[in-house]
């Protein structure tokens, strides 16, 4: 198979207080395309890592779409995109979202325009859903993330050492207009809204959860990559499925609360992670 992947690792924030900033993300971007290139055949060329400065929303866009175009066409028939940063929400325009928040992605240059994130500065899931329904047939595409998909997990994940959660509130509390005990779209519906071919997603946890950025073995990664990478290094073929029931023993073992995700046709979670 012909492959290219773009891995995606956020720190650091141009606009954003150094409490705000994370520590784990630039580690999972260049642990997955490590993986990649040793383990799946990635040749070191297919595989762009952005980092910090490196992904501010303009450049981020811009390789995801040069990955889609390799694809669509029949230049790579294995795309691969990983994003570790902050997850937040924003206004939802279209009308789609029950709750009325767009579930997004926070770039490296993520800035607030009144009282929400300015959408030029995050990637929204309609934003991935649109670029995801380019995909031709024949395609596999699996996508890797490593953020929180909504703020209603801010229990105590942030009170302990080493730990805290890969969410961004909306810049102003009267901003937040979503109720948490609603069931919302989550950026798993990707999968099931995209026509052709469809995306294989795994994500670090629920809806209703925060993704750790945790101190592990003495480095810090987000708790799901480091067990995501832990659970197929030197294990090629194992299926998706089991590579789930891998991670979420390694998260539950670690203390934990987060579940991961699986999302894609029964053949592909019944097949080899990357095939």
């Given at each position: 198979?012909?492959?290219?992947?773009?891995?995606?690792?956020?720190?650091?924030?141009?606009?954003?207080?150094?409490?705000?900033?994370?520590?784990?993300?630039?580690?999972?971007?260049?642990?997955?395309?490590?993986?990649?290139?040793?383990?799946?055949?990635?040749?070191?060329?297919?595989?762009?890592?952005?980092?910090?400065?490196?992904?501010?929303?303009?450049?981020?866009?811009?390789?995801?779409?040069?990955?889609?175009d390799?694809?669509?066409?029949?230049?790579?028939?294995?795309?691969?995109?990983?994003?570790?940063?902050?997850?937040?929400?924003?206004?939802?325009?279209?009308?789609?979202?029950?709750?009325?928040?767009?579930?997004?992605?926070?770039?490296?240059?993520?800035?607030?325009?009144?009282?929400?994130?300015?959408?030029?500065?995050?990637i929204?899931?309609?934003?991935?859903?649109?670029?995801?329904?380019?995909?031709?047939?024949?395609?596999?595409m699996?996508?890797?993330?490593?953020?929180?998909h909504?703020?209603?997990?801010?229990?105590?994940?942030?009170?302990?050492?080493?730990r805290?959660?890969?969410?961004?509130?909306?810049?102003?509390?009267?901003?937040?207009?979503?109720?948490?005990?609603?069931?919302?779209?989550?950026?798993?519906?990707?999968?099931?809204?995209?026509?052709?071919a469809?995306?294989?997603?795994?994500?670090?946890?629920?809806?209703?959860?925060?993704?750790?950025d945790?101190?592990?073995?003495?480095?810090?990664?987000?708790?799901?990559?480091?067990?995501?990478?832990?659970s197929?290094?030197?294990?090629?073929?194992?299926?998706?499925?089991?590579?789930?029931?891998?991670?979420?023993?390694?998260?539950?073992?670690?203390?934990?609360?987060?579940?991961?995700?699986?999302?894609?046709?029964?053949?592909?979670?019944?097949?080899?992670?990357?095939?």
């Amino acid at each position: 198979m012909s492959k290219a992947a773009l891995c995606v690792g956020i720190n650091k924030f141009k606009y954003l207080p150094e409490s705000s900033w994370l520590h784990g993300c630039v580690n999972d971007a260049e642990d997955l395309a490590a993986l990649l290139e040793a383990q799946y055949g990635f040749a070191s060329s297919s595989i762009k890592v952005l980092r910090d400065a490196k992904a501010n929303k303009k450049s981020v866009m811009a390789e995801l779409n040069k990955l889609v175009d390799s694809a669509v066409d029949g230049k790579s028939n294995h795309i691969v995109f990983t994003f570790s940063s902050h997850g937040t929400q924003i206004p939802d325009v279209s009308g789609d979202e029950a709750d009325r928040l767009d579930e997004a992605f926070a770039c490296y240059d993520i800035n607030n325009s009144g009282d929400s994130w300015d959408p030029d500065t995050v990637i929204t899931d309609d934003e991935l859903a649109t670029l995801f329904a380019r995909l031709p047939d024949g395609v596999l595409m699996d996508v890797v993330l490593d953020t929180c998909h909504s703020g209603t997990g801010l229990k105590s994940l942030d009170l302990l050492p080493g730990r805290r959660p890969r969410f961004l509130p909306a810049p102003t509390p009267r901003a937040v207009i979503a109720n948490e005990f609603s069931d919302t779209r989550t950026l798993r519906d990707l999968v099931k809204s995209v026509k052709g071919a469809k995306p294989v997603l795994m994500a670090a946890c629920r809806s209703d959860q925060t993704a750790a950025d945790a101190l592990i073995d003495g480095r810090y990664n987000g708790a799901f990559t480091y067990h995501f990478v832990k659970s197929l290094q030197g294990n090629g073929t194992v299926v998706r499925a089991e590579v789930l029931k891998l991670v979420s023993k390694g998260l539950k073992g670690g203390g934990f609360d987060q579940i991961a995700q699986l999302e894609g046709t029964t053949a592909a979670r019944k097949a080899a992670w990357g095939s």
